[in-house]
Nanobody
């Protein structure tokens, strides 16, 4: 089970950190996706849980950071210098092993960036 929290309404240029608490098993990698109104879901970035390798889409590279706290069963997405184009529902998802697709999903948290 994955539960996101921490979304909200912020102004352009602000920072926000959203969280994803996970339970019920282990996983290989965890990702953040987002879906803006009338747009398809897109991968924001992911982290290999053991090892810490991260990947980010070009539009957020250098602004967003994925981190994890194993003791708290929590993954974070820290977003800096937010832009109106970052407005979306943000979802976390996990892939249980290296060969699997993302097979567990949270319900999402809304992030709105005002211009």
């Amino acid at each position: 089970q994955l539960v996101e929290s921490g979304g909200g309404l912020v102004e352009t240029g602000a920072s926000l950190r959203i969280s994803c608490v996970f339970s019920g098993g282990t996983f290989y990698k965890v990702a953040w996706f987002r879906q803006a109104p009338q747009k398809g879901r897109e991968l924001v970035g992911y982290m290999v849980w053991r090892g810490g390798y991260t990947y980010y889409r070009d539009s957020v590279l250098g602004r967003f950071d994925i981190s994890g706290d194993n003791a708290k069963n929590t993954v974070y997405l820290k977003m800096n210098n937010l832009k109106p184009d970052d407005t979306a529902v943000y979802y976390c998802a996990t892939a249980s092993n290296v060969a699997s697709d993302y097979d567990s999903w949270g319900r999402g948290t809304q992030v709105t960036v005002s211009s």
